[in-house]
């Protein structure tokens, strides 16, 4: 549910942040620019959808799938690549809110059930993890990341386990304080399901950290 009636005032905010990535991506990787910059423009989507809403969550995932440069031991170069490469994904992510935005300024999308839902339920009948829906701006670079693995799942068996298993290591990551003690029941399923699928959402497990409890 939308926090801001004023549409044309929320697009104008996300479209204020859009005009500093070209500035932005001058500067040092993840420097104090950036950081300002990253944490102002989560606060203003908060403004707009309110607290832990999908697209609070997708903002802040969005350009991690595979950067891993944020450690000290890769190279300049490889650093600012990655940099920008994140960037570029941000400034998509915030360039589909505006569509969003414009969409329901026009009415053309009622508001349902699950737009109420914060992002970490996947209760109903919506399926994030069906091929339609994960390729929509909905689906956050994690979802898309779950989706990756359990599509190439041909034993029923097999995909039923792991949905169970991704999808609560995914709401456990999206709480405020997720649980390691809960995380890692899930993570050891993840590492002895194979190396692949494991190192494909490490980059989300980096992202959270700094919030995991215990």
């Known amino acids: 549910m939308l926090q801001i009636e004023d549409l044309e ?14 500035n932005i991506g001058t500067k040092v990787p993840y420097g104090l620019e950036y950081s300002f910059w990253e944490d102002f423009t989560a606060k203003i989507i908060d403004r707009i959808y309110g607290n832990d809403s999908r697209q609070s969550h997708g903002f802040e995932q969005a350009g991690r799938g595979g950067c891993y440069s944020v ?3 890769y190279s300049e170069h490889q650093r600012r690549e990655d940099f920008l490469e994140i960037l570029s994904c941000k400034k998509e992510y915030l360039e589909n809110l505006i569509k969003d935005l414009d969409i329901r300024s026009q009415g053309n999308e009622p508001e349902t ?21 994960s390729k929509s701006h909905d689906a956050s670079p994690l979802d898309h990341a779950i989706y990756e693995i359990l599509s190439k799942i041909k034993n029923p068996a ?25 995380l890692k029941y899930n993570l050891i399923w993840l590492i002895e399901f194979g190396k692949e699928e494991f190192f494909s959402i490490l980059p989300f497990i980096a992202l959270y950290i700094r919030k995991i409890s215990d």
Do not use: C, H
């Open 9 to 22: 005032a929320a697009k104008q905010l996300i479209e204020m942040q859009l005009k500093d990535i070209e």
């Open 71 to 73: 450690f000290d031991t």
């Open 113 to 133: 059930p699950e737009d109420n839902k914060e992002f970490g339920n996947l209760t109903t009948e919506f399926d994030v993890y069906s091929e339609e829906t």
């Open 158 to 182: 097999l995909l039923k386990e792991a949905r169970l298993n991704l999808i609560s290591l995914r709401d456990e990551l999206l709480k405020s304080n997720p649980s390691w003690a809960n």
